[in-house]
């Protein structure tokens, strides 16, 4: 039986949660300080947090200037360290928190690292900045100066150094390391080498003062930095109660993974805060596995001394705390959404351009159902003539009517090749697929009703028989059509039909993508406004294959009834292909996904009755569908797959790029992960 309380644990599930913490300063003022850091500690304990980050110098205050040499200050600062080493002994969370410290006759700024009544180890901030507003060298040295490898602090003694690594023995993936504000800044930060050496969240005590557009420089050095180190980024900053004597501060706090944004605090703020958000260790690990150039950079780096620590995370569901996409091939936000369909619709563009130039093909061949993708390849197939300042006249469009070509989809076949100015033609497949099943003695030779796959299969074969020989006859290309979440599941005829062409524009676009495409295409009106409401129409026909006969006016085929609803799949699809995430974990993500439909964000244009929402028996079963279909049926059909661009980062089936597997494969291991490790209901 699946342990529910493993399942639905962040913890269990390869996440940590770490929180960044923005507390009322009080100048110079230890003792206040380490109430206020010991509130908000408490509070990150009791969020369920593995590691609270605080601003640098956060016991003393920053801007205190020529405060930083007075004993009365430096002397309380040891002590609220000392009175929080001894507070933490009943919290979970691993402790950053900033002050100045004595060693040897020098001054430092440091950051300490306190987890369950222990101090285990101080951090030196290496690059002090002597410019402009900032004068640290008057008061500090620098941690690359330092000969002492052990220091004493709070009444503990501890490892020193910027060679520090904080690892949870009983969580493998945290392993956190430590720089302080400015240290950032620096062409080469000293997270660089900590992340080769395995490092994986990089926490940086900064107090950071604000001015006009600095924020967004910040959010730059953090987004590059956790990206280049293939790391979570937890950036601290001072806020209310700091000196404006000269300066401001805006308690700019955030929270970034591998280059993206998992949250921030407001700026300004007048109270104290807190920022939590869910670290998924597990991606951080999968991404530096798969990059080769990281494990061959990280093999020249430095070395670092690892400080192990017991973190005793807390069990439960504690619920997800960080953005997570429906819809992972569609953006959320309006601009991105844009940005990024004019990207892909361009870059499948680029790709028939460069196949028609190369080849000297003049024209295109291309079979039109009125169905999604069809649409999207014509589309596609339009714009490549246009750029090429070539008559759409080239592209020879047929609509291959068979025995259960409805009425509604053969109307808009006609509609949008019309509207497009393409050679438009309908030649019917009835006679040639009534004579293959005759020759071959299929019961429909007799007038029987047997709908099966032969008799689906044969209709697919004489299509794409006409279009080859049409290509053929023409010197044409047949431009292919079938999408990624088709060639993810199998839901392709070997051989021919959407399986195989000359050139496939929509090999690497999942079905949830291509439906954003032409929406994007028709609100731009780049066809015209006839064009863009035959597009509308198209969206909104039912997904079929159209290869069993119905009422003939609208399809007696439902593609999702038999696969699973696309939207599932393809969050199925990018989680296991792109990260190679266990079954068990993608069920976590989608469940926390499309649980409800009243939470979280949705692309945009997307009308509230296509909002849905799936209970995780649901979730459960078309996972396990996926899994059967992906890892053990269809990989033969992936071998065999004709050239297409790649559209999108890890969004290609290619067996010359980004996913090559045995054809002979099982799903068994996957299939068991899934049914052992998730429960079939709440």
């Given at each position: 039986?699946?342990?529910?309380?493993?399942?639905?644990?962040?913890?269990?599930?390869?996440?940590?949660?770490?929180?960044?913490?923005?507390?009322?300063?009080?100048?110079?003022?230890?003792?206040?300080?380490?109430?206020?850091?010991?509130?908000?500690?408490?509070?990150?304990?009791?969020?369920?947090?593995?590691?609270?980050?605080?601003?640098?110098?956060?016991?003393?205050?920053?801007?205190?200037?020529?405060?930083?040499?007075?004993?009365?200050?430096?002397?309380?600062?040891?002590?609220?360290?000392?009175?929080?080493?001894?507070?933490?002994?009943?919290?979970?969370?691993?402790?950053?928190?900033?002050?100045?410290?004595?060693?040897?006759?020098?001054?430092?700024?440091?950051?300490?690292?306190?987890?369950?009544?222990?101090?285990?180890?101080?951090?030196?901030?290496?690059?002090?900045?002597?410019?402009?507003?900032?004068?640290?060298?008057?008061?500090?040295?620098?941690?690359?100066?330092?000969?002492?490898?052990?220091?004493?602090?709070?009444?503990?003694?501890?490892?020193?150094?910027?060679?520090?690594?904080?690892?949870?023995?009983?969580?493998?993936?945290?392993?956190?390391?430590?720089?302080?504000?400015?240290?950032?800044?620096?062409?080469?930060?000293?997270?660089?080498?900590?992340?080769?050496?395995?490092?994986?969240?990089?926490?940086?005590?900064?107090?950071?003062?604000?001015?006009?557009?600095?924020?967004?420089?910040?959010?730059?050095?953090?987004?590059?930095?956790?990206?280049?180190?293939?790391?979570?980024?937890?950036?601290?900053?001072?806020?209310?109660?700091?000196?404006?004597?000269?300066?401001?501060?805006?308690?700019?706090?955030?929270?970034?993974?591998?280059?993206?944004?998992?949250?921030?605090?407001?700026?300004?703020?007048?109270?104290?805060?807190?920022?939590?958000?869910?670290?998924?260790?597990?991606?951080?690990?999968?991404?530096?596995?798969?990059?080769?150039?990281?494990?061959?950079?990280?093999?020249?780096?430095?070395?670092?001394?690892?400080?192990?620590?017991?973190?005793?995370?807390?069990?439960?569901?504690?619920?997800l705390r960080r953005p997570l996409d429906r819809f992972p091939y569609v953006p959320n936000d309006d601009a991105k959404l844009d940005g990024l369909c004019f990207e892909a619709y361009n870059i499948q563009v680029a790709g028939l351009v460069k196949r028609l130039e190369a080849s000297g093909i003049e024209k295109i061949v291309i079979g039109v159902s009125g169905g999604?993708?069809?649409?999207?390849?014509?589309?596609?197939?339009?714009?490549?003539?246009?750029?090429?300042?070539?008559?759409?006249?080239?592209?020879?469009?047929?609509?291959?009517?068979?025995?259960?070509?409805?009425?509604?989809?053969?109307?808009?076949?006609?509609?949008?090749?019309?509207?497009?100015?393409?050679?438009?033609?309908?030649?019917?497949?009835?006679?040639?697929?009534?004579?293959?099943?005759?020759?071959?003695?299929?019961?429909?030779?007799?007038?029987?009703?047997?709908?099966?796959?032969?008799?689906?299969?044969?209709?697919?074969?004489?299509?794409?028989?006409?279009?080859?020989?049409?290509?053929?006859?023409?010197?044409?290309?047949?431009?292919?059509?079938?999408?990624?979440?088709?060639?993810?599941?199998?839901?392709?005829?070997?051989?021919?039909?959407?399986?195989?062409?000359?050139?496939?524009?929509?090999?690497?676009?999942?079905?949830?993508?291509?439906?954003?495409?032409?929406?994007?295409?028709?609100?731009?009106?780049?066809?015209?406004?006839?064009?863009?409401?035959?597009?509308?129409?198209?969206?909104?026909?039912?997904?079929?294959?159209?290869?069993?006969?119905?009422?003939?006016?609208?399809?007696?085929?439902?593609?999702?009834?038999?696969?699973?609803?696309?939207?599932?799949?393809?969050?199925?699809?990018?989680?296991?292909?792109?990260?190679?995430?266990?079954?068990?974990?993608?069920?976590?993500?989608?469940?926390?996904?499309?649980?409800?439909?009243?939470?979280?964000?949705?692309?945009?244009?997307?009308?509230?009755?296509?909002?849905?929402?799936?209970?995780?028996?649901?979730?459960?079963?078309?996972?396990?569908?996926?899994?059967?279909?992906?890892?053990?049926?269809?990989?033969?059909?992936?071998?065999?797959?004709?050239?297409?661009?790649?559209?999108?980062?890890?969004?290609?089936?290619?067996?010359?790029?980004?996913?090559?597997?045995?054809?002979?494969?099982?799903?068994?291991?996957?299939?068991?992960?899934?049914?052992?490790?998730?429960?079939?209901?709440?």
């Amino acid at each position: 039986m699946p342990d529910n309380n493993k399942f639905f644990n962040i913890y269990a599930q390869g996440f940590a949660r770490v929180a960044t913490a923005t507390p009322r300063v009080h100048v110079g003022d230890p003792a206040a300080n380490f109430d206020a850091t010991k509130e908000m500690a408490e509070a990150a304990h009791a969020a369920g947090a593995a590691l609270v980050v605080f601003p640098e110098l956060g016991l003393s205050g920053y801007a205190i200037d020529d405060l930083l040499q007075q004993e009365v200050v430096l002397d309380g600062a040891e002590r609220a360290l000392g009175a929080l080493i001894a507070a933490s002994a009943g919290w979970t969370p691993l402790l950053l928190v900033g002050l100045p410290l004595r060693v040897e006759g020098r001054l430092y700024n440091v950051a300490a690292a306190v987890r369950g009544g222990r101090l285990l180890g101080l951090v030196p901030k290496t690059y002090l900045p002597n410019y402009r507003e900032f004068y640290e060298r008057r008061h500090f040295t620098s941690g690359a100066d330092a000969a002492a490898t052990t220091a004493r602090a709070g009444g503990h003694e501890a490892p020193f150094g910027a060679d520090l690594i904080f690892a949870a023995e009983d969580l493998p993936g945290l392993k956190v390391a430590v720089e302080i504000c400015e240290d950032v800044w620096v062409p080469t930060p000293p997270s660089s080498a900590a992340a080769m050496a395995g490092a994986s969240v990089i926490a940086n005590l900064s107090a950071s003062n604000v001015t006009v557009g600095k924020s967004d420089y910040r959010h730059a050095l953090c987004r590059v930095q956790s990206a280049r180190c293939f790391a979570a980024y937890i950036y601290s900053a001072a806020g209310h109660g700091e000196s404006t004597t000269d300066l401001a501060w805006d308690g700019h706090a955030m929270i970034y993974e591998n280059g993206a944004l998992m949250g921030e605090t407001a700026r300004f703020a007048d109270a104290p805060q807190l920022l939590t958000a869910d670290i998924d260790l597990d991606l951080l690990a999968q991404d530096r596995l798969r990059q080769g150039s990281f494990a061959d950079c990280a093999a020249g780096g430095g070395a670092f001394r690892r400080v192990e620590f017991t973190l005793a995370p807390p069990g439960g569901d504690l619920g997800l705390r960080r953005p997570l996409d429906r819809f992972p091939y569609v953006p959320n936000d309006d601009a991105k959404l844009d940005g990024l369909c004019f990207e892909a619709y361009n870059i499948q563009v680029a790709g028939l351009v460069k196949r028609l130039e190369a080849s000297g093909i003049e024209k295109i061949v291309i079979g039109v159902s009125g169905g999604l993708d069809s649409t999207q390849a014509l589309l596609v197939a339009a714009q490549a003539m246009d750029r090429l300042s070539r008559p759409r006249t080239d592209i020879l469009a047929y609509t291959l009517p068979g025995f259960a070509t409805s009425s509604s989809t053969k109307t808009a076949a006609w509609d949008l090749m019309r509207a497009l100015g393409v050679t438009a033609e309908e030649i019917s497949i009835d006679a040639a697929s009534t004579q293959m099943l005759a020759d071959i003695e299929h019961p429909h030779r007799e007038g029987a009703n047997v709908y099966d796959v032969t008799y689906e299969n044969v209709q697919a074969g004489a299509r794409t028989s006409l279009l080859f020989r049409l290509a053929n006859l023409n010197g044409g290309l047949v431009l292919g059509t079938g999408d990624l979440s088709e060639l993810a599941l199998g839901w392709c005829t070997y051989g021919v039909g959407d399986h195989m062409s000359h050139y496939n524009v929509n090999g690497s676009v999942p079905k949830t993508l291509i439906q954003h495409l032409i929406r994007w295409v028709a609100a731009s009106h780049r066809f015209g406004e006839g064009a863009s409401r035959v597009l509308m129409r198209i969206l909104a026909t039912e997904i079929s294959p159209e290869l069993v006969p119905g009422d003939g006016v609208e399809p007696a085929q439902k593609t999702e009834e038999v696969v699973g609803p696309y939207e599932l799949q393809d969050f199925n699809l990018f989680w296991i292909s792109r990260f190679g995430f266990r079954p068990s974990k993608v069920a976590f993500l989608a469940w926390h996904a499309w649980r409800n439909r009243e939470e979280g964000a949705w692309p945009p244009h997307m009308a509230v009755e296509m909002r849905n929402e799936y209970d995780l028996a649901m979730i459960r079963r078309w996972l396990r569908s996926f899994l059967w279909r992906f890892f053990q049926t269809s990989q033969f059909k992936r071998s065999a797959l004709p050239n297409g661009p790649k559209v999108a980062s890890g969004g290609s089936l290619s067996p010359r790029g980004d996913w090559r597997a045995p054809s002979d494969g099982v799903a068994a291991p996957w299939i068991a992960d899934l049914e052992e490790n998730v429960p079939e209901q709440v």
